[in-house]
């Protein structure tokens, strides 16, 4: 049985056992209040009451543990957790994509984790993964992941300022001169260059950033320099990233190349002005 089905079927078994569990609290605040203002005469009923709700509390809790066989690792590895995951998010307005085992809801990262059972979001290892649950989670999530564009590009400037001058002696990023194609493998290299520093910012997710860059054409970094993604004859190898968007399209990124700085347009005078 699906997941989404199991958990609507425990969830039934365990308001059931909530039911005798108050009951049984019930009758135990009964016997504690009877103490207190010495109604003796009504202990012997209620101590004869509680183990019988006990008893009850006990049963409905193992039928509930009974009942949930859902195995979170097979279902995992046979795909159907993911499709399960796939429908909700549909519901939800989200395209989730599986290609090439990587699971990208734009510009989110995803990697199923069968043995917790979890998902990780990014960095975030996320343990609620009832797929409707799950599906809001990613909405929010989505919704919340807005790194602006220009600091996307800021920091890939930062790194091919000391990479270009290798592909094109003498360039130097404070001239005023467009710079060379740099590989972003390259550039990937020199953002992640501690360990720890890689294995939170990895290739697919520096892919999913360029993606975003990449529909953000207009933006420039501080000195006016506009940039320009290429896919070279390379495309087929394995120097190049590659992400899918929402609708399961490939993005192949080999370079990037910066322009000349450009001064920031200003109106003439009198322009764009009314008396």
């Not at 290299?189 to 993606?211: G, H, I, V």
Request: proline residues 7%; charged residues 25%; positive net charge.
């Amino acid at each position: 049985m699906a997941i989404d089905g199991q958990l609507a079927e425990l969830e039934r078994a365990l308001t059931d056992a909530e039911r005798h569990a108050k009951a049984a609290l019930g009758t135990v605040r009964k016997l504690r209040r009877s103490s207190e203002l010495g109604t003796l005469s009504e202990l012997p009923k209620l101590f004869d009451q509680a183990p019988r709700q006990i008893e009850q509390l006990q049963a409905a809790l193992a039928g509930a543990r009974a009942g949930y066989t859902y195995d979170a690792e097979a279902e995992f590895t046979s795909g159907a957790y993911l499709a399960e995951l796939q429908a909700a998010a549909e519901a939800a307005g989200l395209k989730l994509i599986a290609r090439d085992d990587r699971l990208t809801v734009v510009p989110l990262l995803l990697k199923l984790e069968p043995k917790v059972p979890a998902v990780r979001i990014g960095r975030k290892s996320e343990r609620r993964i009832r797929p409707t649950v799950l599906a809001g989670l990613l909405k929010k999530a989505q919704a919340a992941n807005g790194i602006r564009p220009a600091v996307i590009l800021g920091r890939i400037f930062q790194s091919y300022g000391s990479l270009a001058p290798a592909v094109q002696p003498g360039w130097r990023p404070n001239r005023g001169e467009p710079g060379p194609v740099v590989p972003l493998l390259e550039i990937h290299a020199a953002l992640t260059m501690l360990p720890e520093a890689e294995a939170a910012y990895p290739r697919d997710a520096f892919a999913c950033d360029l993606l975003r860059l990449n529909r953000a054409p207009d933006t420039r970094t501080r000195d006016g320099r506009g940039f320009a993604l290429s896919a070279s004859t390379a495309t087929k190898g394995r120097n190049v990233l590659r992400v899918y968007d929402e609708n399961g399209n490939e993005h192949v990124y080999a370079g990037i190349r910066f322009g000349a700085p450009e001064p920031e347009l200003r109106p003439e005078p009198g322009e764009g002005s009314q008396s």
